[in-house]
């Protein structure tokens, strides 16, 4: 079964800082990978969708990159803003379903 | 284009009292999924369907059955709920399984 870790839990940055979140999965046979966003009591959100064959996506301030191989992604954003706050999801796909890491809560102080 | 709608959004239920939670997207998907999410544990999935009049069991099917009688519409149902059932029920769709998922605001359900 596929499993997927999020490091760290919780992170808390200053305003403006450029930051990392991870990912790793222990199976490397995935169709794709999606990064979430959580607000508190709220919905998911899609922030960026790698395909198996991309390396890497970028959406405004984010960017997020794929290591099939090492079964390892990460999520830079850049200069932080305190609308960040959040909790980040990756999501991994297998054959029939996305399995999802258990987040990492970003808090970006002013 | 409202998405995914998902109806209700809370609910309060006494120990085996049966509900239908109502997941509808509008994006004409095919792939319709209902996950679970619990502190600590991530979102895990319960049921999913590949095309209208299909089902299939995810990770954690027991206690739940679901029905997709039309495209747009997938229904997860609890016959006889119990305090376990506790958690965020949320619903997600995709046009081909492939291309990402598209979720629902959720519903939060609280069994006493």
């Known amino acids: 079964k596929q499993e997927v870790t999020q490091i760290p839990a919780a992170l808390s940055v200053p305003e403006g800082e450029n930051l990392v979140l991870n990912c790793s999965f222990t199976?490397?046979?995935?169709?794709?990978l999606q990064w979430f966003r959580q607000d508190p009591g709220k919905g998911l959100t899609s922030l960026l969708l790698?395909?198996?064959?991309?390396r890497e996506q970028t959406s405004g301030r984010l960017n997020a990159s794929l290591d099939k191989s090492s079964g390892r992604s990460t999520l830079y954003i850049a200069a932080s803003q305190p609308g960040d706050s959040a909790t980040y999801l990756c999501?991994?796909?297998?054959?029939?379903?996305?399995?999802f890491g258990t987040g990492t809560s970003l808090t970006v102080i002013p | 284009n409202a998405g995914v709608t998902q109806t209700p959004k809370f609910r309060v239920l006494k120990t085996g009292q049966s509900m239908t939670l109502l997941c509808a997207q509008d994006?004409?998907?095919?792939?319709m999924y209902w996950y679970r999410q619990d502190p600590g544990m991530g979102l895990r999935l319960i049921h999913y369907?590949?095309?209208?009049?299909?089902?299939a069991k995810g990770e954690v099917p027991d206690g739940y059955n679901v029905s997709r009688l039309k495209k747009q519409n997938f229904l997860l149902g609890l016959e006889s709920a119990a305090p376990s059932q506790t958690s965020v029920y949320f619903c997600?769709?995709?046009?081909?399984?492939?291309?990402?998922?598209?979720f629902g605001s959720g519903t939060r359900l609280t069994v006493v």
């Open positions: 997600a769709s995709s046009q081909t399984g492939y291309d990402g998922y598209t």
């Open positions: 199976d490397s046979a995935i169709y794709n």
């Open positions: 790698i395909q198996s064959s991309q």
């Open positions: 999501a991994v796909q297998g054959r029939s379903q996305f399995y």
């Open positions: 994006m004409n998907h095919e792939y």
């Open positions: 369907s590949v095309g209208e009049g299909t089902t």
